[in-house]
Nanobody, 124 residues
């Protein structure tokens, strides 16, 4: 019903920036109908919440990224973006976007649709 594709990951030195994008497609994938979240998973660790934007464009951030990351929605492009500044080595992970048609939540289990992930590697 909805397909999500992340892009923009890569290798960057500590203190640098990356901009991730998540494009949605499908017959029922109008992005303004979904709360959209970004999650990340580092090797050997659980998938964790990073940020979300609700259907009314309210945003929430994990404490570890607050002030450095910004989530935004572009309805014209049917996409969400994650601007990541002042990156740290501990930000290294696979980043996933996810869509929730019901409500905004920080729990990965509540999201029905996921992208394939994009690797972000931050070197010290």
């Amino acid at each position: 019903q909805v397909r999500l594709v992340e892009s923009g990951g890569g290798l960057v030195q500590a203190g640098g920036s990356l901009r991730l994008s998540c494009a949605a497609s499908g017959r029922t994938s109008t992005i303004n109908k979904y709360a959209m979240g970004w999650f990340r998973q580092a090797p050997g660790k659980e998938r964790e919440f990073v940020t979300l934007i609700s259907r009314s464009d309210s945003t929430s951030y994990a404490d570890s990224v607050k002030g450095r990351f910004t989530i935004s929605r572009d309805n014209a492009q049917n996409a969400v973006h994650l601007q990541m500044n002042s990156l740290k080595p501990e930000d290294t992970a696979v980043y996933y976007c996810a869509a929730n048609p019901i409500a905004a939540t920080t729990f990965p289990s509540q999201y029905a649709y996921w992208g394939q992930g994009t690797q972000v590697t931050v070197s010290s």
